[in-house]
């Protein structure tokens, strides 16, 4: 389960902005602890925001960006405030609404109901995303969608939003680190099993990164809609059960 799952990630954010990378986690907690799950998956996801920075580099639209981690910090600071308060129960209930949510959001946009490419967002905006960003992010590393409504709203090009989402994650994933490492979230089996799955991370961002240019987006958000939903079904019902 663990190394498709972490390819997945790295193709998703290496070539296809972060949004749907937390389907990789979202499948883990299938069959782990969720709190093992999104431990076991950070350092990954930080390898992956790593391998994909050069790509990138000075291709982000930093005000953007700016605004983003600006609200980011407060809202991780909630997230970590929820982890340490939820039961497992609790917090597989939340990734999969988060699932389903996201599903229906990519949905709803993809049909233009939402118009968001119309819509000239400001700083206000910007901050209350990146308070969802930090706190979907924190829980269930899903913080794309809350990204994605701000950066949509300013128009940026298919290059400048991913840089700018590898950006604004790197970061929000460099300050979660220090919270889950203070929630006990990292243990030595799971920072092993990290070690182990590594190269399987660095394989996927360079597969991503080779297909930002070359494979239809519509097709491989098409597979990740279908396995998101299902996840979170099954999730919401191991959570009620």
């Avoid at 917090?91 to 049909?111: E, N, T, Y």
Wanted: hydrophobic fraction near 55%.
């Amino acid at each position: 389960m663990a190394v498709p799952a972490v390819v997945f990630a790295g193709i998703s954010k290496g070539g296809f902005g972060s949004g749907a990378a937390f389907a990789s986690a979202s499948i883990l907690a299938l069959v782990l602890p969720p709190e093992i799950a999104l431990g076991l998956m950070l350092p990954l996801l930080m390898l992956i925001d790593v391998s994909s920075l050069p790509s990138y580099w000075r291709k982000w639209d930093w005000p953007v960006a700016r605004i983003l981690l600006i609200g980011g910090v407060p809202g991780t600071v909630l997230g970590a405030l929820f982890l340490a308060w939820a039961n497992p129960d609790a917090i597989r209930l939340l990734i999969g609404v988060i699932c389903l949510a996201f599903v229906a959001w990519q949905a709803a946009q993809k049909s233009q109901r939402l118009g968001l490419e119309r819509i000239e967002f400001g700083q206000k905006a910007g901050l209350t995303c990146g308070v969802g960003l930090g706190f979907t992010s924190y829980v269930s590393h899903a913080g794309g969608p809350a990204a994605a409504i701000y950066m949509l709203g300013r128009g940026l090009d298919k290059t400048t939003y991913q840089a700018t989402t590898v950006l604004v994650f790197w970061a929000i994933n460099l300050l979660k680190s220090f919270f889950y490492a203070g929630l006990g979230v990292f243990t030595r089996e799971t920072l092993l099993l990290g070690l182990a799955l590594a190269p399987f991370a660095v394989l996927g961002t360079w597969i991503g990164i080779k297909a930002h240019h070359r494979v239809p987006a519509p097709l491989f958000f098409a597979i990740t809609y279908v396995l998101l939903t299902l996840t979170g079904i099954k999730l919401i019902w191991d959570a009620v059960t």
